[in-house]
């Protein structure tokens, strides 16, 4: 065995290459993503990138059926997406063990919404693991598919951010051989087609299996009791032990439960034997609270944590000061409060981002814009100001559906999607216009790329997961198949066009579509432009290219803008929006 | 009782080498035989935005982050950064900035003015602050974007680390066989700055 770091991404990966798992899929979404891409690099397991979440999972159902082992990787709301199968595939039990991450994102440093998915597990009576760090990752997915295949039903593996994207030591076999595991295939009709009388069936034997498993041995080792101090205990999982530990230190009894859901009570009323006062600490929803409380065990958790936004070990010493408890460290802080004054540094398109010219004019042209999730959504912010509606993915289409029944302005509404959005589940919006008779113009900005999440491969990109060449889809024949009288393609840099095209969409009675298809500058082989100038003598200092929001653009002295050449990429549309002709490329100098 | 656990915390704009240096630095950690545990931010943070990285060492180690006035010492690879997070350091804590300014949004397009006051800022605060030029070195050496591992040289001398363990081998394992000399470089020239 050899020690390494991992990151709790790259610890599941390995977990699920030891377990002999034969299919790894998903759809990427931060803090997920990287559990696909690095089990691909390990070579065994096939793996692939969905379509979408939902897809993603009744595809690893399949294979499951199969009698393959299989992981599908999601972001906390990808659940959401899948949640129509999940709930029927709990009913049905598995062949190979079937195991679905949900990475939840606290503190939504990379999200819409910060929802606790524990509750899914709950709700759709699939048991739940919760690692808090990279062993654990490790060690939990084994457990997920052994209890997955011992107990007939999809196990939930829960991450945070905080247990995604945090690196700590492992210990694992460098030599470690891919063995796939695979169970042989029984036809089970009774098991597998869930006419209602089978489902009644099923819904029993669920119940029963749930029931046998949180007593199975190695299920109850998953749950950890760390017996310190008899007067007061606090139960935790995931992250928020961590914090825990770090701020207390042996201090205070702690309950860590591995397995969240069911949760085992008879560990429960165990630990509530050996301590006198029990305190619940969890990030997000109370929802141990509710479960401990429910189990008739007295506890007090919301009343001092906060229920939103991440912890840390100094937020859960604080919170729980106020219950008597006494952390390892007194804080002494350089400053009570942050500094005052600092301009906030938020995200924004990259320089030359192919995104920035349809945000810059749809402002310009009045249109109303209903956005969706990608980098893209960054369109809405100042000084682009280009969206008014953005909540979920496939929302840029068929909010702005609903939206257009009492237009703003009376006038039409334009939807916008990135291509990976675009065949996630854009196209259900883009098909029910045609078929309601939307006033509605549908865009994709077509950048050859799913950006957000680090470039991974989607159904347009011409590759798969693994760089092997398939058939390339194109938007453009879609929405003609689907129905749409012209589909206007149109460069992102072309600004005239793009113009033009804005505005004959909003004016014709055709029903049009508009494609705005250019690489995302972050790509291998995407060439830079030729970078421009500023010309002094000709700028009025009228400030309209620093409205494009560019990076490489700012004020510089006595008012004039400045051009950074190293981060410029010579996209030439400030050019195009300066109406002085003062950015120039310099022409080279001919010898005569 | 004191578990011994030294947390740093690295600050910068996407795209300058953060998780690099906080990535070296855990695996010469790891040599020296501490626990370690980091955490990074990905995603939409990443597109130049404020990015922070935090790292935490000691016997053992159970938190891979730290909230504010628990850090022991702070990095930033820009100015305005050490403004932004300076308050997550502990009373007497180190803040080593890179002297380097990057504006942000609403400097670029002229809403907000880059504050020209920071070093006399950060100095009112009871921390000891070393300020570096690390991007100008890195220059000197003849790749701008060493820039990272110069910071890291100077970093691990202010954290008292550079007898711990073989540095430049750490460097030399963490980088491209192209860029080992000049990463060694770059690693000597950051501990000769402090």
């Not at chain 1, 690196?167 to 029984?186: F, G, M, N, T």
Request: hydrophobic residues 40%.
């Amino acid at each position: 065995m050899e020690k390494v770091i991992l990151s709790g991404n790259e610890a599941v990966a390995q977990g699920a290459f030891q377990a002999g798992v034969g299919l790894g899929i998903g759809y990427p979404g931060t803090p997920s993503t990287e559990i696909i891409e690095v089990l691909e690099k390990m070579k065994g397991p096939e793996c692939a990138w969905s379509i979408n979440e939902k897809v993603a999972l009744e595809q690893a159902y399949g294979a499951c059926v199969s009698g393959l082992r299989c992981i599908v990787t999601m972001k906390h709301v990808g659940v959401n997406v899948a949640a129509d199968p999940l709930f029927t595939f709990a009913y049905m039990g598995v062949n190979g063990g079937l195991v679905i991450v949900t990475a939840d994102d606290p503190g939504m440093h990379s999200s819409q919404n910060e929802q606790d998915n524990r509750w899914y597990a709950l709700h759709a009576k699939v048991p739940m693991l919760e690692p808090s760090d990279s062993q654990e990752c490790i060690d939990f997915t084994a457990s997920a598919f052994e209890l997955s295949e011992r107990y007939d039903v999809p196990v939930f593996l829960r991450m945070v951010t905080r247990v995604c994207h945090s690196r700590s030591v492992v210990e694992i076999d460098p030599e470690q051989k891919y063995l796939r595991q695979l169970r042989d295939y029984e036809r089970n009709v009774p098991k597998f087609v869930t006419l209602p009388a089978h489902a009644r069936a099923r819904r029993v034997i669920l119940e029963e299996n749930l029931n046998k498993l949180t007593k199975d041995q190695a299920a109850k080792g998953i749950n950890r009791m760390e017996i310190t101090n008899t007067d007061i205990g606090i139960i935790t999982a995931g992250a928020s032990y961590n914090y825990v530990k770090e701020a207390f230190g042996d201090r205070y009894s702690v309950l860590k439960l591995g397995l969240v859901y069911p949760i085992d009570q008879e560990t429960v009323y165990e630990f509530a034997r050996q301590v006198k006062k029990i305190y619940v600490v969890e990030e997000l929803d109370p929802y141990l609270e509710f479960n401990i409380r429910a189990l008739g065990v007295e506890c007090e958790g919301k009343k001092y944590i906060s229920p939103f936004y991440e912890l840390n070990p100094q937020i859960v010493a604080a919170s729980l000061s106020r219950a008597g408890f006494e952390p390892l460290e007194e804080l002494d802080p350089a400053a009570e409060e942050p500094a005052a004054n600092v301009p906030v540094r938020p995200p924004i398109l990259c320089a030359g981002c192919p995104h920035r010219s349809f945000f810059y004019l749809a402002k310009r042209e009045k249109v109303t814009v209903v956005g969706d999730i990608g980098c893209y959504t960054l369109g809405a912010a100042p000084p682009l100001d280009g969206i008014d509606v953005s909540a979920c993915m496939g929302g840029g289409y068929a909010i702005a559906l609903g939206l257009s029944l009492n237009p703003p302005e009376g006038k039409k509404i334009f939807g916008v999607v990135g291509d990976s959005t675009f065949y996630h589940s854009g196209i259900t919006g883009a098909i029910d216009s045609i078929f309601n008779k939307r006033n509605f113009v549908p865009v994709v900005l077509d950048n050859r790329i799913t950006a957000m999440t680090g470039h991974q491969q989607n159904p347009g990109t011409g590759q798969t997961l693994s760089g092997e060449e398939t058939f390339m889809q194109e938007p453009e024949r879609i929405f003609k198949a689907v129905g749409y009288d012209r589909v206007m393609e149109v460069n992102a840099y072309d600004l005239k066009k793009l113009r033009d095209a804005i505005r004959e969409a909003k004016e014709t009675e055709e029903r049009v579509a508009i494609v705005i298809k250019s690489p995302c500058r972050l790509l291998k082989g995407v060439e830079k432009g030729a970078v421009p100038e500023i010309d002094r003598e000709a700028c009025q200092k009228c400030k309209a290219c620093l409205r494009l929001g560019c990076p490489a653009i700012s004020l510089g002295g006595e008012g004039y803008p400045v051009i950074d050449t190293l981060s410029c990429t010579g996209c030439g549309v400030c050019k195009q929006v300066c109406k002085h002709d003062a950015i120039r490329v310099k022409e080279q100098e001919v010898d005569s | 009782m004191d578990q011994g656990v030294k947390r740093i915390m690295l600050a910068g704009v996407g795209g300058q080498g953060i998780l690099l240096a906080s990535r070296v630095l855990s695996s010469g950690l790891l040599k020296a035989g501490f626990d370690v545990k980091s955490s990074e931010v990905h995603g939409m943070a990443q597109r130049g935005g404020s990015v922070v990285t935090q790292l935490s060492y000691g016997k053992k180690v159970y938190s891979p982050i730290s909230g504010a006035g628990a850090v022991d010492l702070l990095i930033t690879l820009e100015k305005l950064e050490a403004l932004r997070y300076v308050h997550f350091l502990k009373k007497n804590g180190t803040l080593l900035m890179n002297a380097r300014e990057i504006p942000s949004l609403p400097i670029l397009i002229g809403a907000a003015e880059y504050p020209a006051d920071i070093e006399e800022r950060l100095s009112r605060y009871p921390i000891s602050l070393y300020t570096i030029d690390a991007d100008r070195e890195a220059e000197k050496l003849g790749n701008p974007r060493v820039m990272n591992v110069v910071l890291l040289g100077a970093m691990v001398k202010l954290a008292g680390l550079s007898e711990l363990v073989d540095w430049p081998s750490v460097v030399a394992e963490s980088v491209k066989p192209a860029y080992r000399e000049i990463n060694l470089k770059a690693f000597a020239a950051g501990q000769n700055l402090v």
